[in-house]
Nanobody, 119 residues
């Protein structure tokens, strides 16, 4: 499986942005998908995740502002980001998991897309 993010850019505080992630390969095998973000010198952190059935989970710092969605047939993942704040500035990564024979899934990452929120 390969995943490619798009949609990042420079926006002003309070504006919106929508990220997309396109998976290719064995997309029918993908279980959970998620968005993570990372800033220089900090650990990569979970922003939001969604199961194949559509069950979502959000980090507290984005609840009520961001919305994650997916299209299983197309292998796409989205992140609608509203009311953006300067502290949302980061590289955003798409993650896709495929169950394995062990308890640890195969995890695939994109190259990341930069989101900058600044006036």
């Amino acid at each position: 499986v390969q995943v490619v993010e798009s949609g990042g850019g420079l926006v002003q505080p309070g504006q919106s942005l929508k990220l997309s992630c396109a998976a290719s390969g064995s997309i029918a095998s993908i279980s959970d998908m998620a968005w993570y973000r990372q800033t220089p010198g900090k650990k990569r952190e979970l922003v939001a995740e969604i199961s194949r059935r559509g069950i979502t989970k959000y980090a507290d710092f984005v609840k009520g502002r961001f919305a994650i969605s997916r299209d299983n047939d197309k292998g796409t993942l989205y992140l609608q980001m509203n009311s953006l704040k300067p502290e949302d500035t980061a590289v955003y990564y798409c993650n896709a998991d495929i169950p394995s024979a062990s308890s640890i899934p195969w995890s695939y990452w994109g190259q990341g897309t930069q989101v900058t929120v600044s006036s």
